[in-house]
């Protein structure tokens, strides 16, 4: 599996990003998808799902803020994020997940691919 996070940059508070993350080596119409963030200093965590079906899940810190979306005839996951702030800042990565059905936000297996991330620095 390889995938490839880009859109990240500078941007100033309150301004909006759309990251995308094209997936090759997997059967991507079958697969949940997600998109974590690490920011300096804290583990990995995991902001928004999709699943297979298009059904989207969030975490509390990103809910009404942030929308997954995918492109199966493009294999590549979206991020749209509105309303950035400086707390949003960290390198963002897609994987592939199993998301835990019902959805909260936990998933049961990933990928080993995480891909150099695409890094969003929120400042004025």
């Known amino acids: 599996v390889q995938l490839q996070a880009s859109g990240g940059g500078l941007v100033q508070p309150g301004g909006s990003l759309r990251l995308s993350c094209a997936a090759s080596g997997t059967r991507f119409s079958r697969d949940d998808m997600g998109w974590f963030r690490q920011a300096p200093g804290m583990q990995r965590e995991l902001v928004a799902g999709i699943t297979n079906g298009g059904i989207t899940d969030y975490s509390e810190a990103v809910k009404g803020q942030f929308t997954i979306s995918r492109d199966n005839a493009k294999n590549t996951v979206y991020l749209q994020m509105n309303r950035l702030k400086p707390e949003d800042m960290a390198v963002y990565y897609c994987?592939?997940?199993?998301?835990?059905?019902?959805?909260?936000?936990?998933?049961?297996?990933?990928?080993?691919?995480w891909g150099q991330g695409t890094l969003v620095t929120v400042s004025s």
């Open positions: 994987n592939v997940v199993l998301l835990r059905r019902p959805l909260s936000m936990t998933y049961l297996r990933w990928t080993d691919s």
